[in-house]
C-alpha cells in the first residue's frame, strides 16, 4: 500500500488549501482513511478522518467548521479541503490507514494506522 500526499505549500492567514491522498495497492472498502500533523517539536495529532465506504467524517474540534474532508472512491484518492487558514495550523500533514477496520472510536489515534504518506508541508503566514 502506498500513500503519496501532495498539495501543501505557503499561504497566507485565512486563505485556502487542498490537500491530496492518492492510494496505490488496496481499495479502502470499510477502513477510514484519516489526516494528522506534525509541528516542530509537538507531536502528531489527528486533524480529520473518513470512513471510505459511507463517508462518516470525523474532525478535531480545532478544525472543524474550517477544513473538509472527502473522497473519491473511483479515484481512490481522498482530501482535505482547507479553510480559514491559521498560523498554528502550520505543521507537516499526513494522511494515512489503518490495514484494516477500525471501530469510530479509535479513529483519533494515529497508533492505529499502519500506512503512512510521506507528508505535505503546509505553512500559513501571519
Known amino acids: 500500500v502506498q500513500l503519496q500526499a501532495s498539495g501543501g505549500g505557503l499561504v497566507q492567514t485565512g486563505g485556502s488549501l487542498r490537500l491530496s491522498c492518492a492510494a496505490s495497492?488496496?481499495?479502502?472498502?470499510?477502513?477510514?482513511v484519516g489526516w494528522f500533523r506534525q509541528a516542530p517539536g509537538k507531536d502528531r495529532e489527528f486533524v480529520a478522518a473518513?470512513?471510505?465506504?459511507?463517508?462518516?467524517?470525523w474532525y478535531a474540534d480545532a478544525v472543524k467548521g474550517r477544513f473538509t474532508i472527502s473522497r473519491d472512491r473511483a479515484l481512490n484518492t481522498g482530501y482535505l479541503q482547507m479553510n480559514s487558514l491559521k498560523p498554528e495550523d502550520t505543521a507537516n500533514y499526513y494522511c494515512?490507514?489503518?490495514?484494516?477496520?477500525?471501530?469510530?472510536?479509535?479513529?483519533?489515534?494515529?497508533?492505529?494506522?499502519?500506512?503512512w504518506g510521506q507528508g505535505t508541508l503546509v505553512t500559513v503566514s501571519s
Open positions: 494515512a490507514a489503518p490495514r484494516g477496520r477500525l471501530i469510530n472510536s479509535r479513529v483519533y489515534g494515529p497508533h492505529n494506522y499502519d500506512y
Open positions: 495497492g488496496r481499495t479502502f472498502s470499510g477502513s477510514p
Open positions: 473518513i470512513r471510505w465506504s459511507e463517508g462518516t467524517a
